[in-house]
T-cell receptor, first 112, second 111 residues
Framework: DAGVIQSPRHEVTEMGQEVTLRCKPI?????LFWYRQTMMRGLELLIYFNNNVPIDDSGMPEDRFSAKMPNASFSTLKIQPSEPRDSAVYFCASGTGLTEAFFGQGTRLTVV | GQQLNQSPQSMFIQEGEDVSMNCTSSSIFNTWLWYKQEPGEGPVLLIALYKAGELTSNGRLTAQFGITRKDSFLNISASIPSDVGIYFCAGPPSGTYKYIFGTGTRLKVLA
């Protein structure tokens, strides 16, 4: 198994632009998580999907952030419009139920 | 909000030494997970614990689920240079499904 696959690995964009991050979870996993990691705040859970349905999006910072999971093998996290304070590493993780979560390699986002 | 506090924040040790770190919470946990993160990579799961008092090993790593269910411990025996990284505890507080991560312990091993 290739593990959780995220793309792109790096993204540099200008303030105000739309950014879309992509994730392919491990086949057979029914839970999917999006995390954001910064030096100041560590790893923060943004949103949790179970069986493609968003269960908890209380960690999404504001309306500029949205996440979708149209099917069991794909999820996106979109930021529109992006701001410099959104610069961080964004991780996608998948698992079965609420046990272990397996992480992708992350997308390093820089908003200038 | 709920927090997982890890100590120490960072450690510098000599190769071959044993390492101990812990994670504490004000909430009860039903699951404790320990992850390791290396630069430029995502966290990698090391050990999962599901029962109070449980002691589980993975090679040179041993983790314990505290009896109070509010803490967990990770030990690394005979450290080697590739143990370098940041170690995180994580889990969903009891009654929730919201995984939270600890503040991390940064480990550096001097050869």
């Amino acid at each position: 198994d290739a593990g959780v696959i995220q793309s792109p690995r790096h993204e540099v964009t200008e303030m105000g632009q739309e950014v879309t991050l992509r994730c392919k979870p491990i086949s057979g996993h029914n839970s999917l998580f999006w995390y954001r990691q910064t030096m100041m705040r560590g790893l923060e859970l943004l949103i949790y999907f179970n069986n493609n349905v968003p269960i908890d999006d209380s960690g999404m910072p504001e309306d500029r952030f949205s996440a979708k999971m149209p099917n069991a093998s794909f999820s996106t996290l979109k930021i529109q419009p992006s701001e410099p304070r959104d610069s961080a590493v964004y991780f996608c993780a998948s698992g079965t139920g609420l046990t272990e979560a397996f992480f992708g390699q992350g997308t390093r986002l820089t908003v200038v | 909000g709920q927090q997982l506090n890890q100590s120490p924040q960072s450690m510098f040790i000599q190769e071959g030494e044993d390492v101990s770190m812990n994670c504490t919470s004000s909430s009860i946990f039903n699951t404790w997970l320990w992850y390791k993160q290396e630069p430029g990579e995502g966290p990698v799961l090391l050990i999962a614990l599901y029962k109070a008092g449980e002691l589980t090993s993975n090679g040179r790593l041993t983790a314990q689920f505290g009896i109070t269910r509010k803490d967990s411990f990770l030990n690394i025996s005979a450290s080697i240079p590739s143990d370098v990284g940041i170690y995180f505890c994580a889990g969903p507080p009891s009654g929730t499904y919201k995984y939270i991560f600890g503040t991390g312990t940064r480990l550096k091993v001097l050869a």
